[in-house]
């Protein structure tokens, strides 16, 4: 380790940049962007609901494609960005799951093959001993 240490040092002295042992080189001039939240009119709220319920339902969280057709179908979302439409979302989703709504996933075919029966009369439960 020490000759690793030893080498990047000496690679920075003829440089002429000075290196601290435990911190990671940033760029200088990168600086974190600030950002302002801005909350969910219900005029928002509506057009997501509307181009995304099928998601909510789904209790899957969209992605990119389907949030930039949110996006051009509805003008009241022009200010907001597809990441933006995808949280929102995704936060639904999370406070359905807090409150205990009754939120069930469903699987891609809708029925499962097993339970499928022929004819329309159900028996009841069949119960098998192992």
Known sequence: MHASVVSDRALAAREGTPMSPAVNTVTPNVK???RVKRL???EEQAAVR???GEFYKLVKVPGKKDCDACLAAEPALSR????EVKYYVHNCIQSM???GAAVTPRHGGGHDPETLTSNAEWDGPVYLSL
């Open 80 to 83: 907001r960005t597809w990441r």
């Open 32 to 34: 974190a962007q600030k």
């Open 40 to 42: 969910w009119n219900e």
């Open 97 to 99: 799951k807090r409150r």
């Open 50 to 52: 509307r181009q995304l």
